[in-house]
Nanobody
């Protein structure tokens, strides 16, 4: 089992920044592709960002490219989502997810590919 705990959410004005953190425990952190997803009220959970096992590859949703950055720190078993230039449409609960993969370059962009999920952290962007 992998336990994931997100933190860093909150209320911010349009144009502001937040950094989300997701601390992982229970298994070898570098065995897992890590991802961030978000879910707004009444909408399906959607992909935001993913990072490969050792951080060599990343992918971001079109809607956040140029504004968000995903990174990971193997010493802290933590994955981050740096969010800049936030917009009201970024308002959602943000979830961290982990997927076991034997492939060091693998990325995953769908909900169904991930094995473990955190409890989520609320991000609210006011206009």
């Amino acid at each position: 089992q992998v336990q994931l705990v997100e933190s860093g959410g909150g209320l911010v004005q349009t144009g502001g920044s937040l950094r989300l953190s997701c601390a992982a425990s229970g298994r070898t952190f570098s065995d897992y592709v890590m991802g961030w997803f978000r879910q707004a009220p009444g909408k399906e959970r959607e992909f935001v960002a993913a990072i490969s096992r050792f951080g060599g590859r990343t992918n971001l949703a079109v809607s956040v490219k140029g504004r968000f950055t995903i990174s990971r720190d193997s010493n802290k078993n933590t994955v981050y989502l740096q969010m800049n230039s936030l917009k009201p449409e970024d308002t959602a609960v943000y979830y961290c997810a982990a997927k076991y993969s034997p492939n060091i370059s693998h990325l995953a962009e769908t909900v169904y590919e991930y094995d473990y999920w955190g409890q989520g952290t609320q991000v609210t962007v006011s206009s």
